[in-house]
């Protein structure tokens, strides 16, 4: 059984204004979940006690979902509540992930589905940062932008240029001509280095340490950035990095920043190389991973840093679907 929620608002308890907000509301829910009217199983609507003139449920039949069990209840009086309110549940026998619809004033019962923004997510390397961004940009429906992946790629570039990575001249020189694009298909990034798809070849621990080298100069920031805040601009989404809410995205509306022990990380990364096939060394990646952490938090440039008003979550002896609880509770708080 799947549930899909929503919410609209009303101007004035007249007739011809719940009827039009709520063919509204269910036409729009119908097309983004790309549903017919026919799976809908039941509908039921609660509304504000401010709300006399017409009853939800016969608006809804009134509106063509007359296939479908229909319930209007009214909502007990809360103090400081929006008012004018109609919400809907729609009951649905498919095996779809929902996306629930917030509309006029009722978006801000849930921002997070109902407008643009942003959510910034920050740490070490493998503190479960990358993961859990995408598991949360996929839950809510909006773009993962994988950073990190952008500046893997032009350190594969740089690597491949034979460009000295302790030269930020010689760095800097081989970005001038860079080709460096990013791709979304079915939903999952794919990053292209002069046409060509790198998203596996920029993920080997050499391009690893090499991306944090090369990170570190203002001059190849600048360009990643301006990027970054660029397709930010334009829609939501979620972003993961080392300073996406002190330094890239400041204005982000949620911020968080993971950690894990050097342990946890270096075995996290370990099980992840093995599965790949990689003849990898636990204590090896251990030392680097503690090299990373010290070149990433000490770089005088764009330091990994906690933002100030970022959540930390220490993810040690959490899983992947308890972090992503925590943060998805964390952000229905802010809002």
Excluded: W
């Amino acid at each position: 059984m799947v549930v899909i929620r929503g919410a609209t608002t009303i101007e004035r308890d007249e007739k011809e204004e719940i009827q039009a907000a709520v063919k509204e509301l269910l036409d729009k829910i119908t097309l983004s979940n790309r549903i017919e009217k026919s799976e809908i199983l039941s509908i039921v609507f609660s509304s504000t006690s401010d709300i006399h003139a017409y009853y939800p449920a016969k608006a809804a039949r009134e509106a063509g979902y007359e296939s479908s069990s229909l319930f209007s209840a009214m909502e007990p009086e809360i103090d400081g509540g929006l008012p004018l309110c109609i919400r809907v549940m729609l009951f649905l026998e498919k095996n779809i992930l929902p996306k629930h619809i917030y509309l006029r004033g009722a978006r801000v019962l849930r921002k997070d589905v109902a407008e643009k923004f942003n959510v910034a997510i920050d740490g070490p390397a493998g503190s479960g940062k990358s993961t859990v961004a995408k598991a949360l940009a996929h839950d809510y429906k909006i773009l993962y932008l994988d950073t990190g992946a952008m500046y893997r790629a032009c350190a594969l570039a740089a690597m491949q240029a034979c460009a000295s990575l302790d030269s930020e001249e010689e760095v800097a020189r081989m970005a001038e001509t860079l080709s460096l694009d990013v791709e979304y298909r079915d939903g999952v990034q794919h990053t292209l280095l002069f046409g060509k798809d790198v998203s596996e070849e920029i993920r080997e621990p050499s391009v690893s340490m090499a991306a944090s080298t090369v990170s570190k100069y203002p001059s190849i920031r600048a360009k990643m950035v301006e990027k970054q805040r660029e397709i930010a601009a334009k829609m939501s989404c979620v972003l993961d990095g080392r300073d996406i809410g002190s330094v890239v995205l400041p204005a982000a509306e949620f911020k968080f920043f993971l950690t894990a022990s050097p342990d946890v990380r270096a075995k996290r990364r370990f099980d992840e190389l093995k599965a790949k096939g990689h003849d990898v060394n636990f204590d090896d990646l251990k030392k680097e991973i503690q090299a990373r952490d010290l070149q990433d938090s000490t770089r005088e440039f764009s330091p990994l840093k906690v933002a100030e008003d970022a959540v930390v979550i220490d993810t040690s002896c959490l899983s992947v679907q308890e972090v992503l609880a925590e943060i998805k509770r964390k952000i229905q708080e802010k809002i």
